[in-house]
Nanobody, 125 residues
Framework: QVQLVESGGGLVQAGDSLRLSCAAS????????MGWFRQTPGKEREFVAG????????SYADSVKGRFTISRDNAKNTVFLKMNSLNPEDTAVYYC??????????????????WGQGTQVTVSS
């Protein structure tokens, strides 16, 4: 079955960097748009970044543009999220997700068929 496993979360201070990874199995990874979302208690899941199957098209939420970078390694079935200049507002559980699409990354959670279990990112001030 399809599995998406996130790693790399943790507790950091404001201004620090983290790199999240999401290892995929059970799917033809190179045919999927991959996305990162985040969620805090009591709020809806929020789009963070997405990347097309080829890696040539990326999309970011305005709140992370210029600070976060999404990338993928299709040979290793892995998608990454490099997060720089973290601030306390970035504190959330971060999820990776897969959407079998040849198009541009969607910012809507309902477009994604598969989800990981999430990894906690906490940024202290």
């Amino acid at each position: 079955q399809v599995q998406l496993v996130e790693s790399g979360g943790g507790l950091v201070q404001a201004g620090d960097s983290l790199r999240l990874s999401c290892a995929a199995s059970g799917l033809t990874f190179s045919t999927y748009v991959m996305g990162w979302f985040r969620q805090t208690p009591g709020k809806e899941r929020e789009f963070v970044a997405g990347i097309r199957w080829s890696g040539g098209v990326t999309s970011y939420a305005d709140s992370v543009k210029g600070r976060f970078t999404i990338s993928r390694d299709n040979a290793k079935n892995t998608v990454f999220l490099k997060m720089n200049s973290l601030n306390p507002e970035d504190t959330a559980v971060y999820y990776c997700a897969a959407d079998q699409s040849w198009g541009a990354p969607s910012s809507s959670a309902v477009s994604y068929e598969y989800w990981g279990q999430g990894t906690q990112v906490t940024v202290s001030s």
